[in-house]
T-cell receptor, first 116, second 113 residues
């Protein structure tokens, strides 16, 4: 069954460092998303991406965050200068359809970011 | 604004007992509703979804959920809990016209042998 793959599975970084989390969405999917889950809290929407541009973003997704689809397969989340509160599990997701249909999101296994 | 509320951050049931995980949504129009499961150290896996085709939705692993508009609820049930059902369960909502999901705070299910 097609799956969304994320790398790395776990990254430890120092505060202030840049981090790039990588995702390979399902090949025929057109919509891509990043969510995050701070330990013990709910899964929160960060950003959605379609047709090489951000289609929607939450208040969490400030200027420290950026997303990119550098080639035909990867979808990346960059955090420019990490803060302690960025420590979380980051989930990538993709979907085939956009605003039509039930739009099932398929999630990756997540990348755990620990900021020291 | 759309949101979901999951009552009970932690539910414990005995193996073989009924599982009931509660989810209520707030929306002025019937949304699309989903239940996702997260097993330890894994990602989110879709259990089932409500798309207005039928109010009773059957999902994987014997789970089902019933959409009740009058109660704005979408509770998840399973007649008989299995040890392998121990996980975190998330209810999520997506409004028509929106591309993203809004998740509840999750309910951790513990199954007691």
């Amino acid at each position: 069954e097609p799956e969304v793959t994320q790398t790395p599975s776990h990254q430890v970084t120092q505060m202030g460092q840049e981090v790039i989390l990588r995702c390979v969405p399902i090949s025929n999917h057109l919509y891509f998303y990043w969510y995050r889950q701070i330990l013990g809290q709910k899964v929160e929407f960060l950003v959605s991406f379609y047709n090489n541009e951000i289609s929607e973003k939450s208040e969490i997704f400030d200027d420290q965050f950026s997303v990119e689809r550098p080639d035909g397969s990867n979808f990346t989340l960059k955090i420019r200068s990490t803060k302690l509160e960025d420590s979380a599990m980051y989930f990538c997701a993709s979907s085939e359809q956009g605003i039509s249909g039930a739009n099932v999101l398929t999630f990756g296994a997540g990348s755990r970011l620990t900021v020291l | 604004a759309q949101s979901v509320t999951q009552l009970g951050s932690h539910v414990s049931v005995s193996e073989g007992a009924l599982v009931l995980l509660r989810c209520n949504y707030s929306s002025s129009v019937p949304p699309y509703l989903f239940w996702y499961v997260q097993y330890p150290n894994q990602g989110l896996q879709l259990l089932l979804k409500y798309t207005s085709a039928a109010t009773l939705v059957k999902g994987i692993n014997g789970f089902e959920a019933e959409f009740k508009k009058s109660e704005t609820s979408f509770h998840l049930t399973k007649p008989s809990a299995h040890m392998s059902d121990a996980a975190e369960y998330f209810c999520a909502v997506r409004l028509t016209g929106a591309n993203n999901l809004f998740f509840g705070t999750g309910t951790r299910l513990t199954v007691i042998p």
